[in-house]
């Protein structure tokens, strides 16, 4: 089975070939991401338009080279897989017309696939991990946990009220004047910093139910930014340290809840596993944290290579691949319309929050 995969969700234009032969371990054949960084980082954050032109832009030429790389032809794949949603429609709307196009030229079906979905199972292609297991999704448009129960059977069990965790970084490096992406600016300046000197809220710490919430935090952060302004690069290490050490000790708190409820729901799952994904995944205080909420709980922590934790098209392929051994393939995707919302499971509510929700809730 060879699945072309695209995505196009956010600012990242990528495709890929995955490949599954038999019970052998599946193979990424290839794996181009372009990232627009460059292009949105004048702005702070990513601009919607700029996006599409961007992805309009450069996706033949990343699906070309994908297909090179693979040395697979249009021909040889079994299907074409593309992100439907969740994202900024107008990127969407391009990577899935782009494969709705390829699929009908080449006469292969094409899969639309919800881009949490594809995180959801990028475990399986990396470790082979057997379902159930829990996954936290933490980047810059979500920071959800879910319970992964199967191919398409999904059941969130936590998500932000407010803003997203990737996003409370990037807003308190823009407070603090560090550049974007904010995540890894902060993380590097808070190593120099002293995580005792500002007491900022552990939002949620304690709630039963293991949602998140972070406008609180970024709030606190700019009165104290405020409050001692003009600030050195030493006052902006204390901040991050101060800031980082919150939100890692809040996730841990959040992500205990849900060890012990996935203890209590799937009590015949002999060895469970923490699934992480997101670019926030990345960094080490958090992974550190995670890491050890789960061997206190006996959980495994399973963290995929960081290329396959952030966006990505392998992991579009390989839920494409999971898709259509499971035989959850028709031709109704052909008319399927991008979707800006999304939610992988249809049971849970979405949840209305005091702040902004980000693009991807
Ligand atoms: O998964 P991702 O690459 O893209 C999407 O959001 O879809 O995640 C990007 C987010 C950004 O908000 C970035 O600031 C954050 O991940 N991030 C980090 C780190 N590296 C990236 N946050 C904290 N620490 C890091 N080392
Ligand atoms: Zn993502």
């Given at each position: 089975m060879r699945v072309l995969g695209i995505e196009t969700s956010c600012d990242e234009t990528a495709a890929s070939v995955v490949a599954l032969d038999g019970d052998s371990a599946p193979e990424i054949l290839s794996n181009v991401v372009l990232s627009q960084i460059e292009e949105h980082a004048a702005f702070g954050g990513v601009v919607p338009e700029i996006a599409a032109r961007a992805h309009v832009e450069a996706l033949d030429g990343i699906v070309e080279a994908a297909l090179t790389d693979s040395a697979v032809s249009l021909d040889e794949v079994d299907a074409v897989a593309a992100?439907?949603?969740?994202?900024?429609v107008g990127g969407l709307i391009v990577g899935l017309m782009t494969a709705k196009a390829i699929a009908a030229a080449a006469n292969k079906p094409l899969i639309a696939i919800n881009h949490l979905e594809g995180h959801a199972l990028t475990a399986r292609l990396t470790e082979g991990l057997d379902f159930p297991y829990l996954l936290l999704l933490v980047s810059g448009g979500h920071t959800q946990i879910v319970a992964v129960r199967g191919v398409g059977d999904y059941q969130r069990w936590a998500t932000t009220i407010d803003d997203a965790l990737g996003e409370a970084f990037d807003k308190t490096a823009k407070m603090l004047g560090l550049p974007y992406p904010g995540g890894p600016n902060v993380e590097k300046a808070a190593a120099?910093?002293?995580?005792?000197?500002f007491a900022f809220p552990r939002p949620?710490?304690?709630?039963?139910?293991?949602d998140f919430s972070f406008s609180g935090l970024k709030t606190a952060v700019r009165q104290a930014a405020t409050a001692i302004a003009p600030l050195s690069d030493q006052d902006v290490a204390d901040i991050c340290a101060s800031f980082q050490a919150a939100v890692a000790d809040a996730l841990g708190d959040r992500v205990a809840r849900a060890l012990a409820r996935f203890r209590k729901e799937f009590p015949e799952t002999a060895k469970p596993a923490l699934v992480v994904a997101g670019?926030?995944?990345?960094n080490r205080t958090i992974k550190a944290t995670l890491e050890a909420r789960c061997s206190k709980a006996g959980f495994a922590f399973v963290a995929p290579p960081q290329k396959l934790c952030t966006d990505n098209a392998a992991m579009i392929a390989w839920a494409g691949i999971e898709r259509l051994r499971a035989g959850?393939?028709?031709?109704?995707a052909a008319d399927f319309v991008p979707r800006s919302r999304w939610p992988l499971d249809s049971v849970s509510a979405p949840l209305v929050g005091s702040g902004r929700r980000g693009a991807k809730a």
């Open positions: 992100t439907a949603g969740p994202g900024l120099g910093g002293d995580a005792s000197r949620m710490k304690g709630s039963a139910q293991p670019g926030v995944a990345a959850m393939v028709d031709a109704s």
